[in-house]
């Protein structure tokens, strides 16, 4: 459908407000958790992740721990 990542707004069944992200590959590799109630809100929350997934980290279970290691050779 398309080569650059979105996020796509729907209403659920439950007439709320929802995303997706989708990959460039067009899968969807993330949902909104929660509906909202207001457009807006969902937008607002688009916004959010979009600000704070630039400045996020990864953090793991001890076998993500060791894997990370291993795959540094450490």
Not at 33 to 40: A, C, D, Q
Not at 42 to 50: D, G, V
Request: hydrophobic fraction near 35%.
């Amino acid at each position: 459908m398309t080569s650059i990542p979105y996020f796509y707004i729907f209403k659920d069944h439950a007439n709320e407000w929802r995303w997706r992200f989708n990959a460039s590959n067009d899968e969807v590799i993330a949902t909104s958790s929660r509906g909202y109630h207001k457009f807006e809100d969902c937008e607002q929350a688009i916004k959010l992740l979009s600000v704070d997934a630039k400045r996020s980290v990864t953090i793991g279970d001890r076998s993500y721990v060791s894997h990370s290691d291993s795959s540094l050779g450490l």
